[in-house]
């Protein structure tokens, strides 16, 4: 158990919907990371957040955003669904800095029917 | 751009036998380097991590890691495998000041164990 926690674990919904996946941080990291991982692009990097503050977007498309809370914990929404967001979409947290080890949730499944 | 090349996305070994999952990167600027392991419906786990200190590195479940720099590599190796090793294995890289200290993973190497 890394410590990380998501919800829900699975996800199933419709072309056109907006769901938003969650995701709590170990207890006393202030970073949090969103990952997509998936068949054909492999895991990509999607939007990092520091102690409330976007620091860097990845590949993330336009439909999709991320917020950090004043509790730390993480919010990813994913809007105007298409069949090709179905993919595993990870968060990670670690303390801060680029060579602290990011722990990784155990992903939320997100099916586009 | 930094990036991570992994050889062989499919290997089969022997219980018994040697694993050895290659990763190759590119890295403009020193790099920290990571393996993580996936098991079938789960997160990635960290194996374990070089950020400059040993160049050989040990992990968790008998793993271990040799940072060469002339090389740009980063193998992974366990001199014996075990049955609960058949997972897939992701070398990743980033380095400091990466933009959002981003990971940047290689396709990754899917290790079956054969009894």
């Known amino acids: 158990d890394s410590g990380v926690t998501q919800t829900p674990k699975h996800l199933i919904t419709a072309t056109g919907q907006r769901v938003t996946l969650r995701c709590s941080p170990r207890?006393?990291?202030?970073?949090v990371y969103w990952y997509q991982q998936s068949l054909d692009q492999g895991l990509q990097f999607l939007i990092h957040?520091?102690?409330?503050?976007?620091?860097a977007k990845g590949n993330i498309l336009e439909r999709f955003s991320a917020q950090q809370f004043p509790d730390l914990h993480s919010e990813l929404n994913l809007s105007s669904l298409e069949l090709g967001d179905s993919a595993l979409y990870f968060c990670?947290?670690?303390?801060?800095?680029?060579?602290?080890?990011?722990?990784f949730g155990p992903g939320t499944r997100l099916t586009v029917l | 751009a930094q990036s991570v090349t992994q050889l062989g996305s499919h290997v089969s070994v022997s219980e018994g036998a040697l694993v050895l999952l290659r990763c190759n990167y590119s890295?403009?600027?020193?790099?920290?380097l990571f393996w993580y392991v996936q098991y079938p419906n789960q997160g990635l786990q960290l194996l374990l991590k070089?950020?400059?200190?040993?160049?050989l590195v040990k992990g968790i479940n008998g793993f271990e890691a040799e940072f060469k720099k002339s090389e740009t590599s980063f193998h992974l190796t366990k001199p014996s495998a075990h049955m609960s090793d058949a997972a897939e294995y992701f070398c990743?890289?980033?380095?400091?000041?990466?933009?959002?200290?981003?990971?940047?993973f290689g396709g990754g190497t899917r290790v079956l164990v054969k009894p």
């Open positions: 990670a947290s670690s303390q801060a800095t680029g060579e602290d080890t990011q722990y």
């Open positions: 207890s006393g990291d202030l970073s």
């Open positions: 957040y520091y102690n409330g503050e976007e620091r």
């Open positions: 890295s403009s600027v020193p790099p920290y």
């Open positions: 070089y950020t400059s200190a040993a160049t």
């Open positions: 990743a890289v980033t380095w400091e000041g990466a933009a959002g200290n981003k990971l940047t």
